[in-house]
């Protein structure tokens, strides 16, 4: 068996291997890798815990190696409050007991290395700001609506719990994708105590080569820009395919990324919405002007794909890979 201390130097090396016109923390990774695959992961309630043990990891992972995607982004939790991997500075905040929000399994970490032995990276999503739909938890994080600045005390604490996830899985993590940074004001100003620099430390603590994205919303004007010198490449929000490098060019130093859905929304278990040639047609466009692509699929509660975009990135597969 591999162990993750063996994973996060294999990745670490990669990571550090960047090419001299790819800048900062070696992005070429995204670029060369063409495209990769999203999947929105919630459980939440009273079932939560059996719910995330439920997840097949090896049958997860098998599946993606099908696909040939060269990387996977899993949410750690969105507005909800619930949380599919431990964190004790999260729950410390909140004055709950033990997983009473975040799970005992460590998904996450199962499913990096279950990916890594099959050289698949791996990545996660988090919210820019505390669970919104929590009022308990945005309280105890010092935070207030996702539209307004983010007061210190919130980026302080976020960071901290950010910084717990990071250091737990290392170089397992090649990336960080925000979402919900639609007011930057709170980070902006770098003099203050906590920024920007605050908020990226943090989510490098684990591996300085991490990648991070902020998603300032869907609109062309700034899905592909750069909200602050610590990101990566652009957040690249889109539902549809109408964006390329061409149209709008990501700022010098920044890869270009889009992120978009297969079904007819984020995690719907429904189309895939356009054809095995449109898809294939897109991708090609996209990746040979430098850009990379990640697909939002659905995926159930115990780790399937929804089979009928499970085909069509296996056709995917065989367009760009040849395999």
Known sequence: MIVAGALAVMFGTMCNAASADTPKRGAHWMKDGKYGFFFHYLPEGKDFQKQIDSFDVEAFASQIETTGAAWVYMTLGQNSGWYCSPNATYEKYLGCAPNEKCSKRDLPMEVARALAKRHIRFCLYLPSRAPQRDAHAMEALGDVNEQQPAPQQFTHRWSEVIKEWSLRYKGLVSGWWYDGSYNTVGWDDLNQPYSWKTWAAAARAGNKN??????????L??????????QDYTAGEQNDWAATPAKFPAPQGVQWQVLTFL????????????????LITAVKEITSQGGAVTMDVHVDMDGKIYPPALAQLQALRKAIRGQ
């Open 263 to 278: 079904g007819t929304s984020w995690a719907s278990p429904d189309g895939p919405k356009q054809t095995d040639e449109e």
């Open 221 to 230: 004007r700034k899905a592909f820009t750069a909200l602050c010198a610590e």
């Open 210 to 219: 991490s990648l991070l994205a902020f998603n300032p919303g869907t609109d």
